[in-house]
């Protein structure tokens, strides 16, 4: 694990190297037919290469044909200008040109755009403090605008990469956290434990991550690690609550026992990981992977109250199937 560990690190090292100095955006993000206030990059053989000038406009055909064929790794912003960009997205969002399902948009590709730079960073204490205007912007936008809360959520076809996935979770977890009564700050730690969740798998080689097809046993003895790994990276820091460690270690605990890496039941596992045990299930069903095809909403939800129930905290179980249809049908 250590020697594939090293080789993880080197790959991650390249490609901070080839963007050191910039940040990653979407460009479904950039305002159509409107001067742009920062110049926008695109990384070509590891060079950066300035593609929108200062002041240049996109029109709408254009943003949505470039966005289409985004990888996540085309499109980037100085670093110098990253508050300009956070500012540019909070006008959007305050704006009165834009109806709530586009802020949704917006607020859902900043912020994942976001989550792929802090899931490479080192520290992961630091990846934490940063996220936090992350959970507080989907706080404040689920609590504004519950109408568009379905548009947060990427379309059930998605690919499957990490930070989609932890992204989608915490949406679900937070709309399951408030129908459950949890106050701000609950929430905002219930937020955080769901984005990071799977921290632990940055320590799985990358060929079981990105394997295409089902593990075999050795590779799913090393994937049922990342609970572990995730506490062990949690644990090197002391600003982070024990909510986000449980959220982390515990969510693949089942309420009948028989989960790992501790085999809980019932109450002895916390609520966050509870909630996460749900949304983290829901989402696998419902998200395109490489081996199948996935399930529609509702037939995710009849299998998870009909066929695998025991695995759930029976209450939260019910809570999230009400929650769930109404974020689906709002979609």
């Not at 990653?24 to 110049?39: C, G, K, Q, Y």
């Amino acid at each position: 694990m250590s020697i594939m560990f090293n080789i993880l690190k080197h790959l991650a090292d390249k490609t901070s190297m080839t963007t050191k100095g910039y940040f990653r955006i979407r460009l479904s993000t950039i305002r159509p037919n409107e001067e742009i206030p920062f110049a926008i990059y695109v990384n070509l053989d590891g060079k950066m290469v300035n593609y929108v000038k200062i002041g240049d406009k996109l029109s709408s055909e254009k943003i949505q044909n470039l966005h289409n064929k985004d990888t996540g790794e085309s499109f980037f912003v100085e670093d110098k200008d990253k508050a300009l960009y956070r500012e540019y997205v909070k006008d959007s969002m305050n704006s009165d040109l834009l109806d709530n399902d586009q802020k949704a948009i917006i607020l859902r590709e900043s912020s994942i755009a976001i989550l792929e730079d802090l899931f490479e960073v080192p520290d992961v204490g630091q990846a934490i403090e940063q996220t936090k205007p992350i959970v507080t912007d989907l706080l404040t936008f689920m609590a504004e605008a519950p109408e568009s809360v379905g548009n947060l959520i990427s379309l059930s076809g998605h690919d499957f990469y990490t930070y989609n996935h932890s992204f989608d979770v915490s949406i679900y977890s937070l709309g399951l956290g408030a129908a459950l009564g949890f106050d701000q700050k609950t929430l905002t730690e219930l937020g955080l434990g769901s984005i990071f969740h799977d921290i632990g798998k940055r320590m799985v080689a990358l060929e079981v991550l990105c394997k295409k097809g089902p593990l075999d046993e050795s590779e799913w003895v090393q994937m049922k690690m990342h609970p572990q790994f995730g506490l062990k990276l949690l644990n090197e820091h002391t600003n982070i609550s024990n909510g986000v460690k449980a959220a982390c270690y515990e969510h693949h605990e089942s309420w009948k026992g028989g989960g790992y890496p501790q085999d809980l039941s019932g109450h002895e596992i916390h609520p966050f990981a509870r909630i996460i045990s749900l949304t983290d299930t829901y989402d696998a069903m419902t998200t395109q992977r490489s081996y199948n095809v996935p399930m529609r909403p509702t037939e995710a939800l009849n299998m998870m109250k009909e066929k695998i129930a025991a695995k759930f905290d029976p209450e939260m179980l019910k809570a999230m199937y009400s929650i769930l249809f109404k974020m689906e049908n709002a979609a």
